[in-house]
């Protein structure tokens, strides 16, 4: 079954510093992979997405996330961040036509 | 891209009543829906798959004559949340694979306050 890892539920940052949000997956096969963020009261944004090819994906908003098979992992980084960046931040999966498995979550707070 | 909706996108409604919430693929067909129970300060958690044409395909502890679910055709499936009550409060999100097969799209969300 797939499983969906997200170290720290909570990431604080300082405005123009990296942001970096941990996200590691557990499947027997290589799954699709994708990052969400979502504001308060409001429904999921897709920020990036991961299928095939080009492990390093860049998404909206400047942020990117590489696909490392050998580590299970997709992380989200962010070179500077901003403080319309606070928000919280979801990583999925899945494999095929069957329903996303989410993570717990990650809120980033990004200070001034 | 392809498109979903969600109606209502928020709804108040008293304790033991029923509240229906519909969502629609707008631009393309979906025979399967996902629907998903988000708490406050929650991730999103699978609550049934809908299928159109057939029964909807519930996950473990979620009601299936509480929670009922009708995929009336390819770009409409429905959720009715029967005799509610405060603890079924929540936000519910619904999505339809999209015509890629890899994407999924989510409504919008819809907000239900049980008093």
């Known amino acids: 079954a797939q499983s969906v890892t997200q170290l720290g539920s909570h990431v604080s940052v300082s405005e123009g510093a990296l942001v970096l949000l941990r996200c590691n997956y557990s499947?027997?096969?290589?799954?699709?992979l994708f990052w969400y963020v979502q504001y308060p009261n409001q429904g999921l944004q897709l920020l990036l997405k991961?299928?095939?090819?080009?492990?390093l994906v860049k998404g909206i908003n400047g942020f990117e996330a590489e696909f490392k098979k050998s580590e299970t992992s997709f992380h989200l980084t962010k070179p500077s961040a901003h403080m319309s960046d606070a928000a919280e931040y979801f990583c999925?999966?899945?494999?095929?036509?069957?329903?996303?498995?989410f993570g717990k979550g990650t809120r980033l707070s990004v200070i001034a | 891209g392809a498109v979903v909706s969600q109606h209502p996108s928020w709804v108040i409604c008293k304790s033991g009543t029923s509240v229906k919430i519909e969502c629609r693929s707008l631009?393309?067909?979906?025979?399967?829906m996902f629907w998903y129970r988000q708490f406050p300060k929650q991730s999103l958690m699978l609550m049934a798959t809908?299928?159109?044409?057939?029964?909807?395909?519930?996950e473990q502890g979620v009601e299936k004559d509480k929670f009922l679910i009708n995929h009336a055709s390819l770009t409409l499936s429905t959720l009715t949340v029967t005799s509610a009550h405060p603890e079924d409060s929540s936000f519910y999100i619904c999505?339809?694979?999209?015509?890629?097969?890899?994407?999924?799209?989510f409504g919008p969300g819809t907000r239900l306050t049980v008093t």
């Open positions: 999505s339809a694979p999209g015509p890629n097969g890899y994407e999924q799209y």
């Open positions: 499947s027997s096969v290589p799954p699709y």
């Open positions: 991961y299928t095939t090819g080009a492990t």
């Open positions: 999925a999966a899945h494999s095929g036509n069957t329903p996303l498995v």
């Open positions: 631009d393309f067909q979906a025979t399967t």
């Open positions: 809908s299928n159109e044409g057939s029964k909807a395909t519930y």
